[in-house]
């Protein structure tokens, strides 16, 4: 079964940093997308980056800039590095996997969309105070 576990949330005034982090475990493919999503209440689940096992890592338009995605494979870790926060970044902050075997793999969407994500975790609380 797999598992992942966010941390690293919690309050920060504006213009302040954050670095979440997300670890994985169970039973895994080499070849996956890993994620992060936020959900702000009353909005919908929003993609924020897609790191694929390949190390590539792509972002919508929207979330260009200060936020960056990065893995440590050795510690089947995902971290998001939050800068220059804003009172509107205040969410629930998610980490999603989609393992696929590599004889199907085909690399991963440029946009993260959360019905392609098999796996989350059970979110972590992010608070931007302005």
């Known amino acids: 079964e797999v598992q992942l576990v966010e941390s690293g949330g919690g309050s920060v005034q504006a213009g302040g940093s954050l670095r979440l982090s997300c670890t994985v475990s169970?039973?895994?493919?080499?070849?996956?997308?890993l994620a992060w999503f936020r959900q702000a209440p009353g909005k919908e689940r929003e993609g924020i980056a897609v790191?694929?096992?390949?190390?590539?890592?792509s972002y919508p338009d929207s979330m260009k800039g200060r936020f960056t995605i990065s893995q440590d494979s050795a510690k089947n870790t995902l971290y998001l590095q939050m800068n220059s926060l804003k009172a509107e970044d205040t969410a629930i902050y998610y980490c999603?996997?989609?393992?696929?075997?590599?004889?199907?793999?085909?690399?991963?969407?440029?946009?993260?969309?959360?019905?392609?994500?098999?796996?989350w975790g059970p979110g972590t609380q992010v608070t931007v105070s302005s």
């Open positions: 790191i694929a096992s390949d190390g590539s890592s």
């Open positions: 999603a996997a989609d393992f696929v075997p590599a004889n199907l793999w085909v690399g991963c969407p440029a946009v993260p969309v959360q019905y392609e994500y098999n796996f």
């Open positions: 169970g039973h895994i493919y080499n070849t996956y997308c």
